[in-house]
């Protein structure tokens, strides 16, 4: 008896998903300028999932144009260097901080 697609294990991650976990939406919106250390976790704006099928239409489409293949493989190399990622033990200690201060202004319990 074979076993069901939806039910194997192997390469179950490797798609796009459509949800991001904090840490990742949080990188992302450090990366485009709308985040920065110190902000709070909550309440963070909407992120747009990026599309696989998108990305391979353009690169389909930049192949068959002639002369677009130098301008390509240009872009490719001269990519910028990757933003410091925020450790996520500081993630985890903005949270905290977050979660403290929220309960500090309701004046619950635990609030110093």
Same mark, same amino acid.
């Given at each position: 008896?074979?076993?069901?697609?939806?039910?194997?294990?192997?390469?179950?991650?490797?798609?796009?998903?459509? =949800?991001?976990?904090?840490?990742?939406?949080? %990188?992302? %919106? !450090?990366? !485009?300028?709308?985040?920065? $250390?110190? $902000?709070?976790?909550?309440? %963070?704006?909407? =992120?747009?999932?990026? %599309? &696989?099928? @998108? #990305? /391979? /239409?353009?690169?389909?489409?930049?192949?068959? !144009?002639?002369?677009?293949?130098?301008?390509? @493989? #240009?872009?490719?190399?001269?990519? +910028?260097?990757? #933003?410091? &990622? +925020?450790?996520?033990?500081?993630? &985890? #200690?903005?949270?905290?901080? @977050?979660?403290? !201060? *929220?309960? *500090?202004?309701?004046?619950?319990?635990?609030? &110093?």
């Amino acid at each position: 008896m074979s076993i069901h697609a939806s039910l194997r294990t192997r390469g179950k991650l490797t798609r796009e998903r459509n =949800v991001w976990s904090r840490l990742e939406r949080l %990188l992302f %919106l !450090e990366k !485009e300028g709308k985040w920065k $250390d110190g $902000d709070s976790i909550f309440g %963070l704006p909407k =992120v747009r999932t990026r %599309l &696989k099928g @998108a #990305a /391979k /239409k353009k690169a389909k489409k930049a192949a068959a !144009e002639p002369g677009a293949e130098g301008a390509a @493989a #240009a872009t490719t190399v001269a990519s +910028p260097e990757p #933003a410091a &990622k +925020p450790s996520q033990a500081s993630v &985890k #200690a903005a949270a905290k901080a @977050a979660a403290a !201060e *929220k309960k *500090k202004e309701r004046g619950g319990k635990g609030a &110093k």
